[in-house]
């Protein structure tokens, strides 16, 4: 029998990190991980430090560098774990150094360089838990909660602020993911865009390398899974503009989805969007110098409280202008508890039925001429089902559930998850066919 992956820890300073250390213990030996007072018997050693006095940060320093002699894989956490720079100065050897309270960090870095033991009954649960999704593609969510606070929206009361998820456990995720067989992962929040921001996008160590929590790290890490990366609910920041060249280095898909919800600065500034200053037509025309390729996917709101028949004809010159690929839209509907619901000049309700019929009869023309212009293109697909007539499949274009389907007649003997070259030979405003090429 292989013997049971076994944690050193040394428990240092006040009776909060006393706690502390009782949390991460109480974790690892329900996770079954054996938990030894020998350096020889252990796998790994935490050193859980205190940085109050410079005595008490001496002594913090010295402990981690016992358990590298007598050791060598160590894990810093506690109060000196803020100044991580002095202890990598000393101990550059260190594996992961977290903060004080940081049970999921040290969790994130016990499982990355002592993976859990074997347990019959967890283990009926696959490392990468359980999924709704079919097995070839996942969502991947990287932060909980949200800074803004749009009017339309009740969502930061319901969930709290920005908590973005700390680099390496997302990865963690997304390897683990890859490895069951995700072929594709939509990163999701409810500003991707923001992550890392609560966190002061912290430098965070995975495979041995450091990295910002970032918004673009975060991408660039995960372009190296070498699988399909879609990035879902961006808002058009400047520093947003620095994945673009990921997309054109065939890194992350050339895929946007990046919700405007309006064109007219007015309504924008009532909707107080963020990014609502952004000159967003130029920053479209610049990505796509960039990255020709990139497929722009956004969400509007229609009949904003307040909204003139002038507001609403200047989005959908936006819209002709923008020649975003594709394109949903709702009618604005009163959630309770929205502070937008006391804006004044709320829009009849049959004036908001037309002018999402006009928005989306807008739209339906320069969808269907966006996908005319790649027919004759060779593309690589994902085949997401096969059925009696021929196979389904999305291209890099196309996100599950809310965007287009490539369909290939005749196809039967593919299967889900696989990849192919198809030639696109025709489309509607919506989906496109094409042969296996
Ligand atoms: S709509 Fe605005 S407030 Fe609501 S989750 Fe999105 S960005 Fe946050």
């Known amino acids: 029998m292989s013997k049971t ?4 820890f040394i428990s240092l300073g006040c009776p909060k990190a006393l706690v502390d250390s009782e949390k991460i213990l109480t974790q ?3 996770e079954g991980y054996e938990v030894s007072p020998s350096y020889q018997e252990a796998d790994l050693v935490v050193v859980n430090t205190c940085g109050f006095i410079d005595a008490a940060v001496e002594e913090s320093l010295d402990s981690i560098g016992e358990a590298i002699t007598e050791n060598g894989k160590v894990i810093v956490t506690g109060c000196l774990g803020a100044r991580e720079a002095e202890i990598r100065a000393r101990h550059p050897q260190v594996l992961k150094v977290t903060g004080a309270h940081a049970l999921k960090e040290v969790m994130a870095a016990v499982h990355e360089h002592l993976p859990a033991p074997h347990d019959p009954f967890m283990d009926l649960l696959p490392p990468q838990g359980i999924k709704l999704t079919p097995k070839h593609y996942a969502y991947l969510k990287i932060s909980e909660g949200c800074n803004h606070r749009c009017t339309f929206c009740i969502i930061p009361s319901l969930r709290g602020d920005l908590e973005s998820r700390l680099l390496s456990d997302v990865l963690l995720e997304a390897e683990r993911l890859a490895n069951a067989g995700a072929k594709e ?4 929040a409810q500003d991707t865009s923001a992550y890392g921001l ?6 965070d160590f995975w ?3 450091g990295r910002k929590t ?4 975060l991408a660039d890490a995960l372009g190296e899974l070498g699988i399909w990366i879609r990035m879902h609910y961006v808002y058009p920041y400047p520093h947003v503009d620095a994945v673009i060249p990921l997309m054109a280095q065939g890194k992350i ?3 946007l989805d990046i919700p405007f919800q309006h064109a007219n600065s007015r309504i924008l500034k009532l909707m107080k969007r963020p990014a609502a200053s952004e000159n967003v037509l130029q920053r479209i025309k610049a990505w796509r110098e960039i990255c020709p390729d990139i497929t722009l996917r956004s969400t509007f709101i229609v009949g904003f409280p307040g909204e003139t028949e002038q507001e609403f004809t200047e989005l959908l010159d936006f819209l002709s202008a923008a020649q975003l690929d594709r394109v949903g839209c709702f009618p604005y509907s009163p959630v309770k508890g929205a502070v937008a619901n006391e804006l004044a000049n709320p829009v009849p309700e049959e004036v908001k039925q037309q002018r999402l019929e006009r928005f989306m009869a807008h739209q339906a023309e320069i969808s269907a001429d966006r996908l005319q212009q790649r027919i004759g293109r060779i593309e690589t697909v994902l085949i997401d089902e096969v059925v009696a007539e021929g196979a389904i499949a999305r291209s890099k274009a196309d996100a599950p559930e809310i965007d287009g389907q490539v369909f290939i007649d005749g196809a039967t003997h593919l299967k889900a998850g696989e990849f192919v070259q198809v030639k696109l030979e025709e489309a509607d405003e919506h989906d496109m066919w094409g042969h296996l090429f």
């Open 5 to 8: 992956p076994t944690v050193g």
């Open 28 to 30: 690892l030996r329900s």
């Open 185 to 188: 992962l939509l990163v999701v």
């Open 198 to 203: 609560d966190l002061n996008y912290q430098t």
């Open 207 to 209: 495979k041995g390398k």
């Open 214 to 217: 970032r918004f673009y790290e």
């Open 253 to 255: 898909l050339p895929y």
